[in-house]
């Protein structure tokens, strides 16, 4: 199995701009989580998905972010319109299970820069 | 909300030497502890982990200890290698999975 592959893995951008990020997981999972990490935060859970159904968005900053699973192997992140502060490296991992328990297998991350 | 603190932030080691990272949780009813392994530019990944009923775990170099009472688990890697040198993330559950601000880990020869 490829593991989780994310896409693209690096993004630059404007302020203002739309910006979409992409997770493909491993074939056979059913939970997939989406994380922020930066410097001053370390690394942040946005959103968890378990069988494409949201369970937890409490980590997701506010309406500018949106997520989606619109079938069991993909997932994109949206963010709308960008800012500066949403400079940050975003992982995306999957996870075979019903909770957290399980080991959650990353993807090598999107590094955005938001100009 | 759960609050994960980890200490210290970088550590540096001689190839051979034993590395101890400590992390410190507030929650107590948290129950399940995962360390992660991150090497530059790539993702997180998963090295051993514990839950609440377990007092100490092991897997050849690496161990994780876990004192419920004080609140706090560590990371132990004897007999350090080059290719240990990464940064080192803990964590811990109760609602969901919050993280500890990372470690990084430096093991020169």
């Known amino acids: 199995d490829a593991g989780v592959i994310q896409s693209p893995r690096h993004e630059v951008t404007e302020m203002g701009q739309e910006v979409t990020l992409r997770c493909k997981l491993i074939?056979?999972?059913?939970?997939l989580f989406w994380y922020r990490q930066t410097m001053m935060r370390g690394l942040e859970l946005l959103i968890y998905?378990?069988?494409?159904?949201?369970?937890?968005d409490s980590g997701m900053p506010e309406d500018r972010f949106s997520a989606k699973m619109p079938n069991a192997s993909f997932s994109t992140l949206k963010i709308q319109p960008s800012e500066p502060r949403d400079s940050a490296v975003y992982f995306c991992?999957?996870?075979?299970?019903?909770?957290?328990?399980?080991?959650?297998?990353f993807g090598p991350g999107t590094r955005l820069t938001v100009l | 909300g759960e609050n994960v603190e980890q200490h210290p932030s970088t550590l540096s080691v001689q190839e051979g030497d034993s590395a101890v990272i400590k992390c410190t949780y507030s929650?107590?009813?948290?129950?399940?502890f995962p360390w992660y392994k991150q090497e530059l530019g790539k993702g997180p990944q998963l090295i051993i982990d514990?839950?609440?009923?377990?007092g100490e775990k092991k897997d050849q170099r690496i161990a994780v200890t876990l004192n419920k009472t004080a609140k706090h688990f560590s990371l132990h890697i004897t007999e350090t290698q080059p290719e240990d040198s990464a940064v080192y993330f803990c964590?811990?559950?109760?609602?969901?999975?919050?993280f500890g601000k990372g470690t990084t880990l430096s093991v020169s020869s």
């Open positions: 929650d107590s009813a948290s129950n399940y």
């Open positions: 964590a811990a559950l109760t609602a969901a999975l919050i």
């Open positions: 998905f378990n069988n494409n159904v949201p369970i937890d």
């Open positions: 514990i839950r609440s009923n377990v």
């Open positions: 074939s056979g999972h059913n939970s």
């Open positions: 991992a999957s996870s075979s299970g019903d909770d957290y328990y399980n080991e959650q297998f």
